[in-house]
């Protein structure tokens, strides 16, 4: 079938994106505002944009009433944060920080969390994290119901038992994606396929 997003609703549009493009990886994002509370969420609009200089980029969906989220306003007001990967030994806490807690009410302490200073932000990282990335605000896009940050990484923490031959063993990590609905799915049969090379 086709079906014309200008023909239903942006919920019925919604549940078609979060349906068909998954998995979706997780970014936990720390900011903080202008009174140092910290501010925590998850987000699965997230992926790379750039190696060089390494950006990525996440995007958070507007409240009901088209003000801006926490974590964009905060973000936007002083241009730091740091994006985590979500796991499997995290994700059930990393859920409970997607409370809608009031402004000035850190989800952290609300899902026993623990925040550890950052090395070239002044957010800090979250220590129950394998992976974090210090992050300055590069560019901020008003997509209508959302607003896409990017980021440029300015410093990459990963824990050691994570790394081998430079780079991330993702079976040690064990990342955690986000389906449709309440459904999450952790990484499950991988294979490898080499580029083809082609040949005049």
């Not at 989800?107 to 992976?131: F, H, N, S």
């Given at each position: 079938m086709y079906i014309a997003a200008s023909a239903q609703s942006a919920h019925d549009n919604y549940k078609l994106l979060i349906g068909s493009i998954i998995p979706r990886p997780i970014a936990f994002v720390t900011s903080i505002n202008e009174q140092g509370v910290v501010n925590a969420a998850p987000f699965s609009f997230f992926n790379i944009v750039n190696d060089e200089p390494p950006m990525i980029m996440f995007s958070c969906v507007r409240k009901a009433t088209g003000e801006m989220k926490h974590t964009a306003s905060n973000i936007l007001g002083n241009g730091e944060f740091v994006v985590h990967i979500v796991d499997e030994d995290n994700v059930a806490a990393i859920n409970h920080t997607?409370?809608?807690?009031?402004?000035?009410?850190?989800?952290?302490?609300?899902?026993?969390?623990?925040?550890?200073?950052?090395?070239?932000?002044?957010?800090?990282?979250?220590?129950?994290?394998?992976?974090?990335?210090?992050?300055?605000?590069?560019?901020?896009?008003?997509?209508?119901?959302?607003?896409?940050?990017?980021?440029?990484?300015?410093?990459?923490?990963?824990?050691?038992?994570?790394?081998?031959?430079?780079?991330?063993d993702a079976a040690k990590l064990k990342p955690v994606s986000r389906l449709a609905g309440a459904s999450y799915a952790a990484v499950g049969r991988t294979f490898d396929m080499e580029r083809p090379q082609y040949e005049s």
């Open positions: 997607s409370i809608n807690a009031p402004e000035g009410v850190s989800e952290l302490e609300l899902a026993g969390l623990t925040p550890v200073p950052g090395q070239m932000v002044r957010v800090p990282r979250i220590e129950e994290c394998k992976v974090a990335m210090e992050c300055r605000l590069t560019r901020h896009v008003e997509l209508g119901h959302c607003d896409m940050i990017i980021g440029e990484v300015l410093c990459f923490y990963v824990e050691d038992e994570l790394i081998h031959n430079g780079r991330i």
